[in-house]
T-cell receptor, first 114, second 115 residues
Framework: EDKVVQSPLSLVVHEGDTVTLNCSYEVTNFRSLLWYKQEKKAPTFLFMLTSSGIEKKSGRLSSILDKKELSSILNITATQTGDSAIYLCAVPRYSGGGADGLTFGKGTHLIIQP | KAGVTQTPRYLIKTRGQQVTLSCSPISGHRSVSWYQQTPGQGLQFLFEYFSETQRNKGNFPGRFSGRQFSNSRSEMNVSTLELGDSALYLC??????????????FGPGTRLTVL
């Protein structure tokens, strides 16, 4: 059974700090890893990573995949209160010829204090 | 382009009842996946439909079922509700289910409370 584990489960930091969120996976047919941000209801897509060692960046957020270590990290620099959210890591499930559904980690609940 | 819509947004039921949740995907999207989110278990995959066919199913009892219509709208049904079914049910749509992953867009969810 595919497994995705995130750490820490919760994190409280002050505005301006830099945070690193971790995700490790054990999946039978790995092709990609995704990061989502969930503020109130609908998770919103952040990054998709397929190649090891290639950093994806979007503003203050960046992420990198390490296929050797079966893991990924999500970095947020100069955090702001608007970054407070649950950050979810997910791996697509593959069966037959295509992807169907995502296996999610339990998420990291990040709280940024002013 | 309108996003994924789910109805109803909130629902309160009692144990033993059944419930039907609805999801309308983004126009042109043919794949709809359903997830259950609880504080203890996080987001868990229920099932995925593509072109009216269930392609895969997660590890949930048979009380959880779904279907997809020809216009790609999908419904999820839970029969004989249990207290543990209280959760946020999220629906996500994507363009297709081809060999590569297609980004899934999530709806706002239906918050189900079972009393």
């Amino acid at each position: 059974e595919d497994k995705v584990v995130q750490s820490p489960l919760s994190l409280v930091v002050h505005e301006g700090d830099t945070v690193t969120l971790n995700c490790s996976y054990e999946v039978t047919n790995f092709r990609s890893l995704l990061w989502y941000k969930q503020e109130k209801k609908a998770p919103t897509f952040l990054f998709m990573l397929t190649s090891s060692g290639i950093e994806k960046k979007s503003g203050r957020l960046s992420s990198i995949l390490d296929k050797k270590e079966l893991s990924s990290i999500l970095n947020i620099t100069a955090t702001q209160t608007g970054d407070s959210a649950i950050y979810l890591c997910a791996v697509p499930r593959y069966s037959g010829g295509g992807a169907d559904g995502l296996t999610f980690g339990k998420g990291t609940h990040l709280i940024i204090q002013p | 382009k309108a996003g994924v819509t789910q109805t109803p947004r909130y629902l309160i039921k009692t144990r033993g009842q059944q419930v039907t949740l609805s999801c309308s995907p983004i126009s042109g999207h043919r794949s709809v996946s359903w997830y259950q989110q609880t504080p203890g278990q996080g987001l868990q995959f229920l099932f995925e439909y593509f072109s009216e066919t269930q392609r895969n199913k997660g590890n949930f009892p048979g009380r959880f079922s779904g279907r997809q219509f020809s216009n790609s709208r999908s419904e999820m049904n839970v029969s004989t509700l249990e207290l543990g079914d209280s959760a946020l049910y999220l629906c996500a749509s994507s363009y297709n289910s081809g060999p590569s992953y297609n980004e899934q867009f999530f709806g706002p969810g239906t918050r189900l409370t079972v009393l």
